[in-house]
Structures are given as C-alpha cells and as structure tokens.
C-alpha cells in the first residue's frame, strides 16, 4: 500500500462516510491537515437526512418498489424483499405515513431532548421499517442501522460496478448532491475518506471513484486500519492507516487498552472481539460493570448457519451485544445481526416483550438513558410492539404458594425447567423432589413464572449421606432449595422475599438449605434471612464444597449440642 503522512498537501476535507451510528457524533481527527485550512464533513449524517429518511426521498423509494412488485421484479429474491415489496403494495397507506414521519423521528432521535424509552422505542422501529423498505428498493443490497451489505459484490469488478450502478448503490445520490454541494464549497487539493468499519467501504468506493471521474486532480486518500484498508487500497491514491485494527487482533494474548473497548460515554463502553477473544476479556469486561458502565459487545466473525441472530456470549457482565458478518470482499461492506430478543435463561419460557435494547439497536442511543438511570435498570425495559407500549420487569409481580398437586402441569413443567436453567443441580431428581415437595413458591408476572423455590422432603438416603458427612441429624427436617430466579429480575429482592414466605409457611417444621460455597449470592439471601452455616461437607453430585444453612435459632441450637 502506497503509505502518505497525516499532513496532506493543501487544504483538505475530511469525510466522515456512511455507514455508522447517525448518532455517534463526529469521530474524525482531521489532525495537522486542518490546520492547513481543513475541514471536516459529516457524510454519514447527511446519508441519513438527505437520502434514508427524507420524505421526498422515500417516497421515490416506494415508488420503485410498487413498480418493481407490479413488473415481477421480486420473483426471486431474497423473503425479506419479497415480503417487504408486497407490504408496501397492500397498505400504500401506512408506508406513505411513516415516510412523511421520518425526517421529523430522526430529528427528535438525535436533539438533545430527552425521549422516553418506550417512546424512543416506538420511533426507531418505524425507522427500522423503513430501512426494510429502502432496502427493498436497492435490492439485493441490504441497508441497516450503522451498516450495508452488498453481497453481489465478490472482487474488484463487482465493486467497481457497484460504485457506478444507481440501482443497487445509495451512494450515487448522495454523491451527486450532498457531497458534490460540499465540495464545490473550497478549493480541496486532497480529500481524506474516514472509514474505521468495514461496513463504510462501500461508501469509501463511491465516493473515491465518483472523486475521479468528476474532479481528476483531487488526491483522494483513505483513512483506516490496515485489515480494511489493505483490500480496497488499489482504489486511492494513497492510504493513512490508523494504529487501532477493526476489534482484536490477536486471540492469543489479552486485549490491548484501545483495542477492543471504545468508551462511548462514561456510562457505555463498546467491546469488539471474535469469539475466542472472549475468554481474556471476560476480567474486563466484569470490572466495567462493576463500575456501573454498560457493556455493549460486539462480535466479530459470521453468525450460525440459518440464523438471523446472534447467540448470547456466555458472559454474565454483557448488557447487550450483536454479531459483524463481514461481506465475501472487502468492498461489499458488513452486517450487524442483532437479537430479536434476548433472555438470561434458555430453554425456559419467553418473557413478554422485547428488551429495549434489541430495539434500538445501537449502543449510542442508550448514552442519555444511562444518564437517568444505572444499567441495571435500563436492563429491565422492553418494549411491546404489537400495543406499542414500554414496561419494566418487575413492576407487576405476583407471588403464590401452594403444595406441588395445585400446580397446574405446564406450571410444574416450567418449574422444573427453570431449576435445571439456573445450572447449579442435576436433573436426575429434580422433578421427583419437586412433585412431592411440601410447599412451592412461584413468582410469575405478565402470566410467566419469573422465580420460584421450594421446601422439599430430603429423601432418606440424602439425610444419611449429610449426616455422616457433618454429624448432624435431619429427619424431619424440610429443605429449602431448588431457588431459581431469571437474571433479568436479579437484583429486585424477589429471592429474599420468596425465601421468607416459605419459611412462613412452613408450619412450625425445622428448615435446612444446602448452598454451594462458591455460590456468593445465595448465600447473601440466606443472610438477609436471618440464617446460618453450620457445616460444609463435599458433595459427590456437584463435586465441590457446599454449606448447611439453618434459621439462627435452630443453628445455635446445633451448635450447642
């Protein structure tokens, strides 16, 4: 690659491209060049408000895609498109509405005014909606939030081709107005395209061949890491390349401070790393949470086969994340797969909603939410499309206790499900303790069971084991356990509050629960319950340390005996 200094010659416009965040804000550094009588041009703003979502704009757009659905355009495409092409066709109504709204929804997106969230919610869907529908309109390409994908685009020849075609690129608008306009207003030796994402190629292309065509003496140079500069370097004339790579880049050795976390504000820091980098970052990542920020991960390498989502990293100190899937070339640019939902547990029933954040689908918009309130409590909103409506978890809890035969199957099902979720107990006995507990807690909310425990008759051949283990004696005493509550409403005091109703209700019978001693925050209810460790015994079906807790009055009985 044909390598220039941060000084350019003369005055030089400094581009911020397409495709990022509208609402990151300007991330270029202009450097020494500005100084020299420099600007800086944000682009990727002007993409959005010019091209994306201005009303006239869109309803071009819905004019090629009902004329493109009327002449057999969509008879193999991509579902998305086809489905798409026929929504706007069927309701003309709606999508003209949305469309006349759009301009006015991304201004209040990106004022300083504070939104509420289950009103921010409501707007960037109907903006989501009409990414669908621009993107049907360019087909195949693929346009989202802060990316595009063009997975025509294989080589060099398809790129060029796409840099030139009207049809399949949105760049060319912008080019021949915005970009031309800003151009015309000084005399550039040099312009500097600023692409940190690979999903900002395509843009980088256009407009650098669209630079050659129009003005042939413009010295075009393009800013960026060497993993995406290095492919589409032979389209410039020159390349400025950054220090920082596209997210980790070595999986071996644990992330370099600015690597692989960007602070975005002091409330949230977003994390880039492939799926083996996850392991040296988990240390980091819960120290960023600990400290109150909101950890937005962002994956690096192709989602699943057949899979629009990405799966959840196995970290708990994660508040939200999404998957790049870069194109088969560089010039194709990339994609974010974000989750449709999103849940702490898997294999247990759907909470109701959506989380506000799979909403949102961009980290930079939670930035003046944080402002109101810790990440913890952002985590509890979510948002109902079909009434349009945002909630949080735990504002409509309802708790019961019953014996095991007044629970209804399917309730008996999910219990079992939501015990084996939580990871600390065998499945082996779980349902036969269960179906002749003594007394269930289940707390549910919007009709799905949230949390629930349970005292248990301890079988005979477990009161021996304990018993030879640790020297005390437990017949006829009931055992409290089987406590699981779904990390969403972690936090809130639901254990706590379960944990004392049953002991409530325990009829004048002794109690004891077994806990394992790397299992801190039980261990912190049980305290907040007025009970005590009165031995520690290994146990074979867990293999690892754990505590017999006692209420204190009955554990300072034991431990006089």
């Not at 301009?103 to 990414?131: D, F, M, N, Y």
């Not at 025509?152 to 760049?171: I, L, Q, S, W």
């Not at 000084?186 to 669209?210: M, N, R």
């Amino acid at each position: 690659m044909k390598q220039k200094s941060l000084t350019t010659p003369g005055p030089a416009l400094f581009v911020r491209l397409p495709m990022a965040s509208p609402a990151a804000g300007h991330e270029i550094d202009g450097g020494a060049a500005l100084q020299e009588g420099g600007d800086l041009y944000d682009a990727n703003l002007d993409f959005y408000r010019r091209v994306l979502f201005d009303a006239g704009a869109l309803h071009r757009r819905l004019e090629a895609v009902r004329s493109r659905q009327r002449s057999g355009g969509y008879r193999g495409a991509a579902p998305w498109a086809a489905r798409t092409a026929g929504d706007v066709v069927s309701r003309p109504d709606r999508w003209e509405k949305m469309a006349a709204e759009a301009g006015q929804i991304l201004h209040r997106l990106l004022s300083e005014e504070p939104c509420p969230a289950a009103v921010l919610a409501g707007k960037v869907s109907t903006l989501h909606e009409l990414l669908l529908m621009v993107s049907a309109a360019f087909c195949p390409t693929r346009i989202g939030w802060g990316w595009i994908c063009c997975p025509t685009v294989k080589g060099d020849a398809e790129a060029g081709a796409f840099a030139v075609d009207p049809g399949v690129n949105p760049f060319l608008e912008l080019a021949e107005k915005a970009f031309a306009a800003r151009i015309s207003d000084g005399a550039w030796s040099t312009v500097v395209f600023d692409a940190p994402s690979p999903a900002q190629c395509p843009a980088a292309l256009t407009l650098s061949k669209w630079c050659r065509r129009k003005i042939p003496g413009l010295t075009r140079l393009l800013k960026a890491p060497e993993d995406i500069a290095a492919p589409i370097s032979a389209f410039f004339d020159g390349i400025l390349e950054t220090e920082k790579t596209f997210g980790a880049s070595d999986s071996s050795d644990p992330p370099k401070k600015g690597q692989t976390a960007e602070a975005l504000a002091s409330r949230v820091v977003r994390w880039r790393a492939g799926q083996r980098d996850l392991g040296p970052l988990a240390e980091a990542l819960q120290k960023s949470a600990r400290s109150g920020a909101w950890n937005h991960l962002e994956l690096l390498g192709s989602p699943p086969p057949d899979s629009q989502a990405p799966e959840p990293p196995p970290l708990e100190a994660v508040h939200s994340w999404c998957r790049w899937e870069q194109g088969a070339a560089a010039a194709a640019g990339a994609r974010q797969h974000w989750p449709e939902t999103a849940s702490g547990y898997r294999g247990v029933a759907a909470l109701a909603g959506v989380p506000l954040w799979c909403v949102l689908q961009d980290p930079f918009l939670l930035v003046p939410l944080l402002e109101k309130m810790t990440a913890a409590e952002l985590g509890r909103w979510r948002f109902e499309g079909q009434t349009g409506t945002g909630f949080r978890l735990g504002d409509e809890l309802n708790y019961r206790y019953l014996p095991p035969g007044e629970l209804l199957p399917e309730e008996m099902n999910e219990v079992c499900r939501m015990v084996l979720a939580g990871g600390s107990v065998k499945e082996r006995w779980v349902r036969h303790n269960l179906e002749r507990a003594f007394l269930i807690g289940i707390v549910t909310e919007r009709g799905v069971i949230v949390a629930n425990s349970s005292l248990k008759h301890p079988r005979q051949e477990y009161i021996d084991q304990v018993g030879r283990q640790t020297g005390i004696d437990l017949s006829g005493f009931l055992e409290r356990g089987y406590t699981s509550v779904r990390p969403e409403y972690r936090g809130l005091g639901i254990g706590t509050r379960l944990l004392a109703g049953l002991t409530a209700r325990a009829q004048g019978k002794k109690i004891f629960s077994i806990i394992g001693e790397d299992n801190l925050a039980t261990q912190k209810i049980a305290l907040r319950n007025r009970t005590k460790k009165v031995a520690v015994f290994h146990s074979r079906a867990l293999q690892k340390p754990v505590g017999v807790w006692m209420p204190e009055a009955v554990a300072d009985a034991i431990c006089k005996k």
